[in-house]
């Protein structure tokens, strides 16, 4: 089990940039591939970006393909989600996920064992 804490959000305007970060303690770091989801009021939480262990592979959702960046460092068990141009459907509560190791990246939240709390998200002029 690993606990995971995010960080980095706040309110912004369209077009700007917020870079997420989430922190594990516990566990083996090295050995999850995670990932990024996002909930939006009265929606299911959705897939946004995802990490292999070893950064091999990454995965974005369309919608957000080109405008942000996934990265991990296992020295410092973290990883994070560089946004930019962002946009007002964007908004929502983002969280990171730690699922099982593979070179395949789940976009089911169902497949991640450990959350963290999120940290929220809003785009609005």
């Known amino acids: 089990q690993v606990t995971l804490v995010e960080s980095g959000g706040g309110s912004v305007q369209p077009g700007a940039s917020l870079r997420l970060s989430c922190v594990a303690t516990g566990g083996t770091f090295s050995s999850y591939n995670m990932a990024w989801f996002r909930q939006a009021p009265g929606k299911e939480r959705e897939f946004v970006s995802g990490?292999?262990?070893?950064?091999?592979?990454?995965k974005y959702t369309d919608s957000v393909k080109g405008r942000f960046a996934i990265s991990r460092d296992n020295d410092k068990k973290t990883v994070d989600l560089q946004m930019d141009s962002l946009k007002p459907e964007d908004t929502a509560v983002y969280y990171c996920g730690a699922g099982a190791i593979g070179i395949i990246i789940s976009t089911d939240p169902s497949k991640y064992h450990d959350w963290g709390q999120g940290t929220q998200v809003t785009v609005s002029s």
């Open positions: 990490i292999t262990w070893s950064s091999h592979f990454r």
